[in-house]
């Protein structure tokens, strides 16, 4: 259920306040990607994970909310980068986005309450799957879930910039920027270094 298209102008503001975050002793298994911070401090890290801003079990709705977007399929998911750590730390730090996530998670609570007589966190998985599959997909919309699909959305593109601000999304993107070199590397076109072969850009 993840990935959704992210404006850069958000995504170089999400990357700020990560860096600030990385340096956030409270964030037990979020590691900004950059990794530049000292042995010292990442040792001074505790053992479990304090959330700021949301309620014990509304967290709980979102570390589940998380993992179903970014589900560990064989490779780690968002659990294991502890999205929902990061997106605790940013709701906390932007006032301007606390109610609409406080608001989302009241209304899926409410809406399995109503569905199913319990809240999200405790439906079966076949049964959470299938009430976000209403929200996430537009083939699926149901009429008077509108709040809920926005929850979504706002909760998706958190979980991914969240996700990929993590080492382990970096590597999964495989990207440059934690690679070692021991020399710059030369230009793979080694017969064509004027790259005229390549095709015109598409205006």
Known sequence: MGGQGIE???????MALAAAASGFPGL?????ACGHLGSGAAA??????TPQFFTPAEYATLE???????PSDGTPGAQEAGVAEFIDFMVWSDPGIQYDFRYGLVWLDSRADTLHGRPFRELTPDRQMDLLGHLAYKARFRPGEEDGQAFF???RE????GFYTTRIGMEQLDAPGLRFYTESPS???HGDPEHRHLPAPQV
């Open 8 to 14: 850069r102008r958000e995504m170089l503001r999400v």
């Open 28 to 32: 037990h298994r979020w590691t900004f």
């Open 44 to 49: 001074a890290r505790p053992a479990a994970y």
């Open 64 to 70: 589940r909310l998380t993992d179903m977007i970014i």
């Open 153 to 155: 959305r706002l909760a």
């Open 158 to 161: 958190y979980t991914v910039m």
């Open 187 to 189: 230009c793979p076109h």
